[in-house]
Every structure is written in structure tokens, then in C-alpha cells.
């Protein structure tokens, strides 16, 4: 019979058969069947079949996501301009560092300082026109107090007319009354002709003086009627130098808005670092216009963490959470870090389809922005939801097969020599590995060379590599 020790080769990782397995599994068959036919009763124990095992582990294990990315500050800024213009000058270039408080770039303030002389320009006209406005106005207040003394005045002549016509018509009433008696008296002979004619004449100066005083009258209601409209036409006058006054007040004011925009650009003309940092991109040059946010500088605030952001695939990035520890190797120093996943990135980079993470790392004074280094996190094995302690994932090739939600493999006994043929609920596929249900973590899985063992079988077993 064909000995253990005559297998040599190992067998290979999860995914693949040793063909030299089969070889020597072939031929260690065809001797058993030999001896079997030769009817040596001490043959029929036969030798152990070499297989391959891996370990069942629970969905809740934690595994090693292994992603490389480069060091850089939790912390960048892109600094741009608030006002639009052409680029006098920009100051830094990549990699210089840049103290907060200095000037980064400036914008020509050529065009800036002509829009300030033009606002301030404005500015002096429409206060000027304030000043006119309010002299009108005055004007029409004074108008609108002589238009009222002249009302007093039309209203105290009314009032005299009145008067004196009414006088009139007395003395007029008082005449009309003489000449008709003394008419009547003529006639009888008491009076005399001479006496009749003075009563007449008294008679005819009332009539005059009636009429004089009713034409006084209507002339003083007349100039009572001109003073009211003197009122009127004065009062709408000084309505309309008020409004005169509140336009230019506000020409005033658009005018000096104007001003305080153009000192804003003024002041904005020139580009402050708000941080202490090493320029990382120069997105513009002298000459060029710029416009509000669009980015000249991209600064990395050297007060900021340090952290190391690396791409992960969705696969991965499901498994990972804030707070996983990390193993951070770091080529340039050849030297591992500790670290922590700070953030997990909500949405895919749309040029890769990656998902940043970033870690932070403990004792990293010696490492530099842009240095590369490779990240262990400790993750998740699976993506299952945390609670499910009795499910273990086991590799896809370990399977035999899958029927109506039920899977069978071979599973390592505890004497660690035979395998049995076992029954599991199939829960999924998580990736390249199966979810089951019905075998404990920790439990050996023949993953190669179960083709040639049946239930109960002696096995020799090969520990696969993680």
C-alpha cells in the first residue's frame, strides 16, 4: 500500500485541486482495490486520504481588509476669491508652507479703484441733490404759509363784505320806507315836493351802496376761494419736494451701497491663507480671470490630524465601520502604527467607484503628508447583522451541493482523523464564502480533496493558509 509520506506536495489554497493529490489518491485507490481482490483480510484498513481544511467562522469574527492609500491632513482648503478680476500675482507654489495670515494672491486692482472713484462720484451727486431737495421743500413750506395768511385775509374781507352789505340793505330797507310814506304825504299836501325829492335821492344812494356791498362780498368769497386754492397747490408742492427729499435720500443711499461694494472688492482683492499649511495643487496663474470660489490654492492645515485616507471596494467598505482598529505599516519609516477608522465614506468616488476610508494613527510624528503606506483594518468577516452568533461561513468549494435550502460538506470529527458527511441550512453567498447554519465556528471544513473521501473516512489533514 501506497504510505502517507510518499504525498509529498501540499495541496493548494481554497479555489483550486492538486493534481498530484489525484494522481496519488488514484493510485492508492487502485491498490486497495488490488489488495482487495487478493483477499488479504489485513489490507482492507485503509491508509488515510490526504485532504485540505479550513475553519468554519462565525459571522461575527473580525478579519483583516488589507487597503493602501497615502497620509495627508483631515483637514484641506481650497482658497479662493469672493469678487471676480484678473490675477495680479499668486504667491506659493506646491509644496511651500504657507504661514495663516499671508498673502496668497492678489487680484488687479486697477478696475476696482476706478468702480470706487465712480461710486464715490455718485455719491457726492446724490447728496448734493439731497441738499436741493430739502430747499425746495422749505420753499414749499413757506408757501404753504402765506397761502394761509392769505386765507386769514380773504376770510376777514368776506366777513367785512358781509357786513357792510348787510348795513346796506338796512339803510336801503330804512330809505324805501321814507320815500314811500312821504309819497303818500305829497299827495295830501302834509309834505312838501322839495322834502319827497331828498327822500328819493337818500333812496337812490342806498340802492347804489346795496349793490357796491353785494359786489364786495361776492369778490372778498372769491379771494377766500383763490386762498384755498393757494393752500391746496402749496401743500401739493410740499408734498412733492418730501418726495423729492426720499428719492435723492435714496440715490444717496444706492449711491453709497455702490461705495461699501467697491471697498469690499477692495478689500477682498487681495487672498489671505485663513490656516498654517503646505500647499498641495496651483489651480491658477498670473494673468488669468478668476471668479468668486473658484479655486486658486489648495492648502493642508498643519494643525489639522493626520490621517491616512485609502480606497476601498463596496465589498469592503459594507464590512468596515467608525471605530475599527487598524495596523498601519508604513513603508518610508518601515514601521508599523496604530490606528482607527475615523470616517467611512457615504457615497463612491464617481471616477473610481471607491469608497475612501480614513484612519488615524497614533504616534505619527515622524510621518509626512503624501507618504504611502498599508492599512490591516480589523473588520467584520461578514456583512451579516451583528446577533447572528449561530451562522459561520465556510469557503463556496466546500460544498457539495445545494438543494432546496440545505447543503452538504464534509466535516473534521473531534478526533481529528475522520470526516463526516454533513447537513447544513444554506443562509447565502457572502462573497466567496457561504452562509450556513447548523455546524459551530471553529469546526475544520474539507475544502480539497473531498472527491475522494466518503462519510466516516480517515483523513490526513493539511491546514490551509489564511
Known amino acids: 500500500m501506497t504510505k502517507q509520506k510518499e504525498q509529498k506536495k501540499d495541496l493548494p489554497k481554497r479555489g483550486g485541486q492538486n493534481p498530484n493529490l489525484a494522481v496519488i489518491l488514484m493510485v492508492g485507490v487502485s491498490l486497495l482495490l488490488s489488495a482487495c481482490g487478493n483477499g488479504d483480510s489485513k489490507s482492507k484498513t485503509a491508509d488515510p486520504v490526504l485532504v485540505e481544511i479550513k475553519r468554519a467562522q462565525s459571522v461575527n469574527e473580525q478579519t483583516e481588509i488589507v487597503a493602501t492609500g497615502s497620509f495627508r491632513r483631515e483637514k484641506e482648503i481650497d482658497l479662493s476669491f469672493r469678487i471676480s478680476g484678473v490675477l495680479r500675482e499668486v504667491n506659493f507654489r506646491e509644496g511651500q508652507l504657507v504661514d495663516k495670515g499671508s498673502v496668497v494672491a492678489s487680484i ?6 476706478a468702480q470706487i472713484i465712480q461710486a464715490q462720484a455718485q455719491a457726492m451727486q446724490a447728496t448734493a441733490g439731497i441738499g436741493q431737495a430739502v430747499e425746495q421743500a422749505r420753499a414749499a413750506t413757506s408757501s404753504i404759509a402765506s397761502a394761509r395768511a392769505g386765507q386769514a385775509q380773504a376770510e376777514a374781507n368776506t366777513n367785512r363784505a358781509a357786513a357792510a ?38 333812496l337812490d344812494v342806498a340802492e347804489a351802496t ?45 449711491a453709497e451701497a455702490v461705495v461699501s461694494a467697491a471697498a469690499f472688492d477692495r478689500r477682498w482683492a487681495r ?14 496663474e498670473p494673468g488669468e480671470i478668476t471668479g468668486p470660489g473658484q479655486p486658486i490654492l489648495t492648502v493642508a492645515d498643519e494643525d489639522s490630524p493626520l490621517i491616512l485616507r485609502t480606497p476601498v471596494s463596496d465589498k469592503d467598505v459594507a464590512r468596515i465601520q467608525v471605530g475599527d482598529s487598524a495596523d498601519v505599516y508604513v513603508s518610508a519609516l518601515s514601521k508599523t502604527l496604530k490606528g482607527v477608522v475615523t470616517r467611512v465614506a457615504e457615497r463612491a468616488d464617481p471616477r473610481t467607484g471607491a469608497f475612501d476610508i480614513d ?39 466546500s460544498l457539495i451541493g445545494v438543494t432546496n435550502g440545505k447543503a452538504t460538506l464534509f466535516v473534521l470529527n473531534g478526533d481529528q482523523k475522520t470526516v463526516r ?13 457561504a452562509v450556513v447554519r447548523g455546524i459551530p465556528a471553529g469546526v475544520g471544513i474539507v475544502t480539497s480533496g473531498g472527491a475522494y473521501v466518503s462519510d466516516k473516512a480517515v483523513v490526513s489533514v493539511v491546514e490551509a493558509k489564511s
Open 108 to 113: 488687479d486692482p486697477t478696475q476696482v479703484e
Open 165 to 202: 352789505l348787510a348795513q346796506a340793505q338796512a339803510d336801503l330797507a330804512n330809505a324805501r320806507r321814507d320815500y314811500d310814506r312821504d309819497a303818500t304825504l305829497v299827495q295830501k299836501g302834509f309834505v312838501s315836493e322839495a322834502r319827497l325829492d331828498a327822500r328819493k335821492t337818500r
Open 210 to 254: 346795496a349793490r357796491s356791498a353785494e359786489a364786495g362780498l361776492t369778490a372778498a368769497r372769491q379771494g377766500t376761494l383763490a386762498a384755498n386754492a393757494g393752500i391746496t397747490q402749496a401743500q401739493a408742492g410740499a408734498g412733492a419736494a418730501q418726495a423729492g427729499v426720499q428719492a435723492a435720500s435714496g440715490r444717496a443711499r444706492a
Open 271 to 284: 487672498l489671505v491663507a485663513p490656516v498654517r499649511g503646505i500647499v498641495l495643487t496651483r489651480a491658477a
Open 359 to 397: 484612519i488615524a494613527v497614533e504616534g505619527g510624528g515622524d510621518v509626512k503628508t503624501g507618504f504611502f503606506a498599508e492599512a490591516r483594518i480589523k473588520a467584520k468577516t461578514s456583512s451579516a447583522p451583528l446577533g447572528a452568533s449561530n451562522e459561520v461561513l465556510v469557503p463556496t468549494e
Open 421 to 433: 458527511l454533513a447537513t447544513v441550512d444554506f443562509v447565502r453567498l457572502d462573497g466567496n464564502q
